[in-house]
């Protein structure tokens, strides 16, 4: 799906340039999101992936050009955007259960808290436990669950008042197989069933290879924007890295071999799967 002229974008950026000092992370950057839509961000540690994610937030201001979130200039706290950020475990003795985490992403207005009290609220928060597979651990303290089951509380927590635009940083670390497809599947369908735009950063494309509509490939100062098929090629990632790299597809997932070490891991970071897209 793409952005018509008569739908109002969920996400639309003109000319938009970012950097730092001279660090520049893209620019000339024309994108439209359109409601529905499942935008997927690629790119090595450090191209910016999550500085993009800021910017639709409004916590970090574009260096030129201009971004629109559903048609209105950026704001931050908007009650329509629900985000899953980037993993980070919460402490030990965080004051909340799994449960509460949930139930503060539902508005109260919206599900009408007010009017039928609790009740409802406490329907809504088990069905997005169900939703993603957290029943059981409901009435945990947070800060003794695994990573993952965090993971699925903060898909939960995002989903809970059905937002307009999901912005998703790396949602899929840390879960296994199964719950990587239970949560790229409930995400995918706040974007069929729900007409969200869904901007989901990722090191690794093959989960959610059906889901994608289009990719944003940002490396090394530039980007390349377009379907699958049309950015995760050998000749577009060979031009945006500025050496050969051989993209290939085996089985239904995509394999790409020749990612400078020195681009996938800048910080000596210890992600091993930066750039290993097709594993
Ligand atoms: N406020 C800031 N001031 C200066 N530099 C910054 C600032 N925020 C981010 N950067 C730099 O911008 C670059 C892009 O950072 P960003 O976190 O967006 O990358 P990323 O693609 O999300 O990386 P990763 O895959 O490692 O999470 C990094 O080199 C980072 O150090």
């Not at 909340?96 to 985490?101: F, I, N, P, T």
């Not at 390349?224 to 000749?235: F, K, N, Q, R």
Request: with cysteine; hydrophobic share 40%.
């Amino acid at each position: 799906m793409t952005a018509s002229s008569t739908v109002t974008p969920a996400v639309r950026l003109r000319n938009a340039s970012m950097a730092f000092g001279d660090r520049v992370l893209w620019d000339g950057l024309d994108l439209e999101v359109a409601p529905g839509e499942f935008l997927a961000v690629l790119g090595p540690n450090g191209s910016g992936k999550s500085t993009f994610l800021k910017v639709l937030l409004g916590l970090a201001e574009l260096s030129g050009g201009s971004v629109e979130v559903g048609g209105m200039p950026v704001t931050s706290g908007s009650r329509r955007i629900g985000t899953i950020p980037q993993q980070k475990a919460f402490p030990e003795d965080t004051p909340l259960r799994a449960r509460d985490l949930v139930a503060l992403g539902v508005d109260g207005h919206r599900w009408g808290v007010r009017m039928f009290g609790r009740k409802k609220l406490g329907e809504r928060v088990d069905e997005l436990l169900e939703k993603v597979g957290a029943t059981h651990y409901a009435d945990q303290p947070l800060g003794i669950l695994s990573g993952g089951e965090q993971q699925r509380l903060r898909a939960a927590q995002a989903l809970a008042d059905e937002p307009d635009l999901l912005l998703c940083d790396e949602p899929l670390l840390s879960l296994d197989l199964h719950h990587q497809r239970a949560v790229s599947s409930l995400i995918h369908r706040q974007a069929c069933d729900h007409g969200a735009a869904v901007i989901f950063v990722t090191h690794e494309i093959n989960p959610i290879l059906q889901n994608v509509d289009r990719v944003l490939y940002l490396a090394g100062g530039r980007f390349h924007i377009g379907t699958v098929d049309e950015v995760m090629t050998s000749e577009v990632l060979s031009d945006l890295y500025g050496s050969p790299i051989e993209v290939f597809r085996t089985n239904g997932r995509i394999v790409v071999v020749g990612v400078p070490e020195s681009v996938a891991h800048p910080h000596g970071s210890d992600h091993a799967d930066a750039l290993r897209v097709g594993e």
